[in-house]
């Protein structure tokens, strides 16, 4: 064997090792809280809402030892409030719960400022599910060595021991999660699909409630025609596109081509924003362009007989 045949079958040989030590590091698990067998220590937040609002207790210690899921949320994303939306729907209900007790928990270096807006928030989570804010800031209860790199960390347990640990960095319902928290209450897991068809409907169910509440707040509130409230909502959205501000400006136009009354009120608020010096405030450029165009057309047909505008010091009102 040559010294140069050697060199090469080293570094190839070299090559190779490197190749594995990356690859495993690659693959190495992530980790957050205590681990399986572990004890759940006690740890103290401050309530969100009910009985416990801006009061300070224990989950662990209210658990009293029975089945718990505990939730800390280390970043706030669309992702992993679906996952905590998902289980909590599912696991809070009388069909499941069993004595399972499920607390979610809010990260942060301000817990003041987490607190108003985790108030806001919570009508969205089942009022079975105990909230709190975090009195260790970002890093959350020493005692339970939390990965502020992941997303989320989803703890299963029983008995003042964890059963399941999940670092999630990407907050994803898997069939594991539902199999760790079926094992500690005892029962068959349900399947991934049948909780997020749940899920789907019960958002769906929402979104028809909010639309049918829409309407009945615009005639309380403005005293205009509800109906042209709510179409001029989807226009002047700051995040709409160019296509779907058309979409919405012909929507407007539409369904005040038949009725005079709903004219007149376009007239009035467009007008009145055009000549309020604030037309910035409303959507986006695309959404401005249509409404100047609006006040000068449906501004025109409005005038008096006598060819003079209308009264230029009625009171303005907003959209």
């Not at 003041?112 to 089942?126: D, N, R, S």
């Not at 509440?213 to 160019?242: F, M, V, W």
């Not at 000549?275 to 986006?284: D, E, I, P, V, W």
């Not at 060819?307 to 009171?315: A, H, L, N, Q, V």
């Amino acid at each position: 064997m040559t010294h140069g045949n050697f060199q090469g079958r080293g570094f190839l040989a070299l090559s190779i090792i490197l190749l594995i030590f990356q690859a495993a590091g690659a693959e190495d698990p992530v980790f957050s809280g205590p681990q399986p067998g572990e004890k759940l220590p006690p740890f103290k937040m401050t309530g969100v809402r009910g009985e416990l609002k801006e009061k300070e207790f224990d989950f662990i210690r209210a658990a009293e030892g029975k089945p718990v899921v505990l939730a800390f949320f280390h970043e706030y994303t669309r992702p992993a409030f679906g996952l905590v939306r998902s289980l909590t729907n599912y696991y809070t209900s009388s069909k499941a719960k069993k004595g399972l007790r499920v607390g979610v928990v809010f990260l942060s270096d301000d817990p003041g400022e987490k607190m108003k807006w985790a108030q806001g928030i919570a009508k969205y989570i089942p009022k079975d599910v105990l909230l709190g804010v975090s009195r260790d800031g970002r890093e959350g209860p020493g005692s339970y060595g939390l990965n502020r790199n992941v997303t989320l960390t989803l703890l299963v347990g029983k008995e003042g021991k964890v059963t399941a640990s999940f670092a999630l960095i990407q907050p994803v319902l898997s069939s594991g999660i539902l199999e760790a928290i079926a094992a500690v209450i005892g029962e068959k897991a349900p399947a991934v699909k049948d909780i997020q068809s749940k899920e789907r409907a019960e958002m769906q169910r929402m979104r028809e409630q909010n639309q049918r509440k829409r309407p009945q707040r615009g005639r309380q509130g403005r005293g205009g025609d509800a109906e042209l409230s709510s179409l001029l909502r989807g226009l002047i959205n700051k995040r709409a596109t160019e296509a779907e501000v058309r979409e919405a400006a012909l929507k407007v136009e539409k369904y005040v081509d038949a009725k005079e009354a709903a004219r007149k009120d376009l007239a009035r608020r467009v007008t009145s924003i055009v000549n309020s010096g604030k037309l910035a405030n409303y959507g986006t450029p695309a959404a401005q362009k249509v409404l100047r165009g609006w006040a000068k057309k449906y501004g025109e047909s409005t005038e008096n007989p006598r060819g003079r505008p209308g009264d230029s010091k009625e009171k303005r009102k907003s959209l």
